[in-house]
């Protein structure tokens, strides 16, 4: 696990600049095709470079207040807070600040830079429908998050695919509708069709690139998690409990859905192109890992 740990902390920085590069080649790309020239690059790394900034030190409060989730302490929850109390001392790890999300629904995330300033949010409805070892197991998962800088590496991804989203759009906007084409344009035409191209495909690339980080830490938070509880079968039986539940959460975010343990969209998430883009591996997959632990 510490090597690990080690592994996210470099992929942090390489995420970070893999972003920044797609952006700046979004930025060139439009440069060449329109009249704007070099300002829209250097536009683009400002952006980039923004948003990079803002997605560390600012990720995890966008996250929990997009998700509407509300802090508190252990005289609000004595049952919740302690049992991330107590998780946190078998982890070896800070206690992280708790929050609930007033909702039927049945799901959690944890989110934060490192362990000293991570955050795990948990929904009512979860609270409420699971036993006390199956949350203890879904708790465990997300102090696995919190140990190994997942939830650094997560929340970073997010932020920054957004912005090649929103970065993407607004290029192709400005190209089209309020933008003007080189009179005198001297670019070979294959490098233009290249750059228009990668303008409309760079957002599909940044969500391949969340798809393949999300769903390979599901599945390491898992194990990792059981081995903090020691009893595989509680978040065996919590994940089925969550993904059986077909109602999605009230806030349900594309944003900051590959934060949370469970695809937060309920069932329509497990269906036709929504399970082939989900951010997720299928929960009968990660069951049949965990009972093959036992």
């Known amino acids: 696990m510490y090597k690990q740990i080690e592994s996210n902390k470099r992929r942090s920085v390489l995420l970070i600049f893999l972003f920044i590069l797609i952006i700046t080649l979004v930025g060139w790309a439009v440069g060449e095709i329109t009249d704007y020239g070099y300002g829209i690059l250097v536009l683009a790394l400002v952006i980039s470079v923004v948003m990079s900034l803002a997605g560390y030190f600012g990720g995890d409060k966008m996250a929990l207040a997009v998700s509407g989730a509300k802090g508190i302490k252990k005289e609000d929850n004595p049952y919740v807070y302690?049992?991330?109390?107590?998780?946190?001392?078998?982890?070896?790890?800070p206690t992280p600040k708790v929050y609930l999300i007033n909702d039927t629904g049945m799901n959690a995330f944890a989110t934060g830079r490192k362990p000293d300033k991570s955050s795990i949010a948990l929904t009512t409805g979860l609270v409420n429908g699971l036993e006390n070892e199956?949350?203890?197991?879904?708790?465990?998962?997300?102090?696995?998050?919190v140990k190994n800088y997942d939830?650094?590496?997560?929340?970073?991804?997010?932020?920054?695919?957004?912005t090649i989203v929103l970065v993407s759009d607004i290029f192709l906007r400005g190209m089209f509708f309020g933008g003007r084409r080189r009179s005198n344009n001297k670019t070979h035409p294959a490098i233009l069709i290249i750059g228009l191209a990668f303008i409309i495909l760079s957002p599909i690339i940044a969500q391949i690139i969340k798809l393949a980080v999300s769903r390979k830490r599901e599945f390491l938070a898992d194990a990792d998690g059981a081995l903090l509880t020691r009893y595989p079968e509680g978040l065996a039986r919590a994940l089925e409990k969550i993904s059986h539940s077909p109602k999605p959460l009230e806030k349900a975010n594309?944003?900051?859905?590959?934060?949370?343990?469970?695809s937060p969209f309920g069932g329509k998430a497990g269906k036709g192109l929504a399970k082939m883009f989900s951010t997720h591996p299928p929960v009968a997959e990660r069951v049949r890992a965990l009972r093959g632990m036992a």
């Open 134 to 145: 199956e949350l203890e197991g879904v708790i465990a998962h997300e102090m696995s998050h």
């Open 254 to 262: 594309n944003a900051t859905a590959h934060l949370y343990i469970v």
């Open 82 to 93: 302690r049992m991330v109390e107590n998780i946190s001392i078998t982890a070896g790890q």
């Open 151 to 162: 939830i650094r590496m997560m929340t970073l991804v997010g932020v920054l695919a957004g």
